[in-house]
């Protein structure tokens, strides 16, 4: 059986995304994303809770994120958990950070009126994939089919 390894997170940037291009081109951002959540403790106050997330994006979803988001931005991220170690001082360290595969930004950009994107849902948001995307067959609405042999039952519609 195979295993899942995927995350979900909605927050704001910590900084601007750091972009940097290895060797061929390729690109590689770097931020942090803080998440939050709140509980009421046992005295019925209200408690804040904030995660701090090391997001790392590659090649175009990478450069996308250099054109478009910037400390503060509020996003949608989904992605995986990615963890590695090294040797410091004859130490061993390990991290764990977020390896981001696609996200939608959850507000407009600065100076744009209207729907932002050009979705037709009437959101406000953009979605970047770090995959190539895939054609995404959206269901075709059909007309509702008429019952009784045919017959137009709405004549007296003025369209």
Do not use: C
Not at 17 to 40: C, H, K, N, Q
Not at 79 to 87: F, I, K
């Amino acid at each position: 059986m195979r295993g899942l390894n995927k995350v979900t997170l909605i927050g704001h940037l910590g900084k601007d995304p750091e972009v940097t291009y290895m060797e061929g081109g390729i690109a590689r951002a770097r931020f942090s994303l803080a998440t939050s959540d709140s509980y009421l403790d046992k005295q019925g106050n209200r408690v804040d809770q904030t995660e701090w997330h090391d997001i790392t994006l590659w090649r175009k979803l990478a450069e996308t994120a250099e054109k478009f988001l910037k400390k503060g931005s509020y996003i949608y991220l989904e992605g995986r958990l990615r963890s590695r170690s090294w040797e410091d001082n004859g130490v061993k360290k390990y991290a764990t950070g977020i390896e981001g595969q696609t996200f939608f930004m959850l507000e407009k950009r600065e100076g744009e009126g209207g729907n932002y994107g050009g979705n037709n849902g009437g959101g406000d948001s953009q979605q970047y994939q770090g995959q190539p995307q895939q054609q995404q067959s959206q269901p075709q609405q059909q007309a509702p089919q008429e019952s009784g042999g045919g017959q137009d039952f709405n004549d007296d519609l003025p369209f």
